[in-house]
């Protein structure tokens, strides 16, 4: 009973280039959020993506971030020309489709250590 | 603008003894909360939820109490175990699906 996977689990990049970090939500799971954890700060949502839709991407910085979460395959996180501030976990979440009321727990996955050099 | 608010960076608690965790939030349209324990280099582990409808929620050792009117809510762990020893970390919602965390509480569960 696999959980919520991220892969890598650590990525290093220089300045300028590209990082694309990919999470798989649990079985059965169809909705996936993104978080951003910059050291001895808590979690900041970042994106919300159901199936092939961007439901709330308001925590995402305007520029050089994007998002998917494509009908076939994992959400990718992908953020272009990396800079040294973007060096944080990334963590990803998923929850359950369809309840009424109530809270979605989110389930997190492992999350990714990204470093910018 | 922190919207939510654990204003404790730690605590220590002795084994056996109470631990409670507390939290604060500025949203009145909040009525989700969710509590979250986080290890180093893990993600967070799902807790315990409410919902605005309650004042109180019990599972197993963990209990979370919410005061809507204060805008409060805290978590209660009896009796602390070393294993319970993490960051633990509320988090709140008005639509149930896009929360918002606070900063973290390390609790320190001492022998």
């Known amino acids: 009973n696999a959980g919520v996977m991220q892969n890598p689990r650590h990525l290093v990049r220089r300045r300028g280039q590209e990082a694309r970090l990919r999470c798989s939500p649990m079985?059965?799971?169809?909705?996936v959020y993104w978080y951003r954890q910059l050291p001895e700060e808590g979690l900041k949502f970042m994106v919300y993506?159901?199936?092939?839709?961007?439901?709330?991407e308001s925590g995402m910085p305007k520029e050089r971030f994007s998002a998917e979460f494509p009908k076939e395959g994992p959400s990718i996180l992908r953020i272009q020309q990396v800079v040294r501030g973007d060096s944080a976990a990334y963590f990803c979440?998923?929850?359950?489709?369809?309840?009424?009321?109530?809270?979605?727990?989110?389930?997190f996955g492992p999350g990714t250590r990204l470093t910018v050099t | 603008d922190q919207q939510v608010k654990q204003n404790s960076p730690s605590l220590s608690v002795q084994e056996g003894r109470i631990s409670i965790l507390n939290c604060d939030y500025t949203?009145?349209?909040?009525?989700?909360f969710l509590w979250y324990k986080k290890y180093p280099a893990e993600g967070p582990t799902f807790l315990i939820s409410?919902?605005?409808?309650?004042d109180k929620n019990e599972d197993g050792r963990f209990t979370v109490f919410l005061n809507k009117s204060a805008k409060h809510l805290s978590l209660h762990i009896v009796p602390s175990q070393p294993g319970d020893s993490a960051v633990y970390f509320c988090?709140?919602?008005?639509?149930?699906?896009?929360?918002?965390f606070g900063p973290g509480t390390r609790l320190s569960v001492l022998p």
């Open positions: 979440a998923s929850s359950p489709p369809g309840k009424t009321g109530g809270a979605y727990e989110q389930y």
């Open positions: 079985k059965g799971h169809s909705h």
């Open positions: 993506l159901q199936k092939e839709n961007i439901i709330d």
């Open positions: 949203n009145s349209m909040f009525d989700y």
């Open positions: 409410i919902s605005s409808i309650k």
């Open positions: 988090a709140a919602s008005d639509t149930g699906q896009n929360f918002v």
